[in-house]
């Protein structure tokens, strides 16, 4: 299973980004499909989470502004990031779980500046 992560960059405070996450080597509609992020010095957290249903799960402190989906026909999930804060500045990480082994992209850099 490889993970390919992109769509970071530098937005301003109140801005918008769309990360995307294709997936080679696994099937996303059939399993979990999650985003993390990770600033130096702290353990990553999970953001959101989109199950084989496309029910969707999100950290208290994004609900409102971040929204995770799922291209079926492209194996590839998306989190579009909107009213962006300082805060969300962090790696953001797309993580799969396939047979009860777990699977990261490479992360791409997030940066909000106020």
């Known amino acids: 299973v490889q993970l390919q992560a992109s769509g970071g960059g530098l937005v301003q405070a109140g801005g918008s980004l769309r990360l995307s996450c294709a997936a080679s080597g696994t099937i996303v509609s059939t399993i979990y499909m999650r985003w993390y992020r990770q600033t130096p010095g702290k353990q990553r957290e999970l953001v959101a989470t989109i199950d084989t249903h496309h029910t969707t799960y999100y950290e208290d402190s994004v609900k409102g502004r971040f929204s995770i989906s799922r291209d079926d026909a492209k194996n590839t999930i998306y989190l579009q990031m909107n009213s962006l804060k300082s805060e969300d500045t962090a790696v953001y990480y797309c993580?799969?779980?396939?047979?009860?082994?777990?699977?990261w992209g490479q992360g791409t850099q997030v940066t909000v500046s106020s």
């Open positions: 993580k799969a779980r396939s047979r009860s082994t777990n699977y």
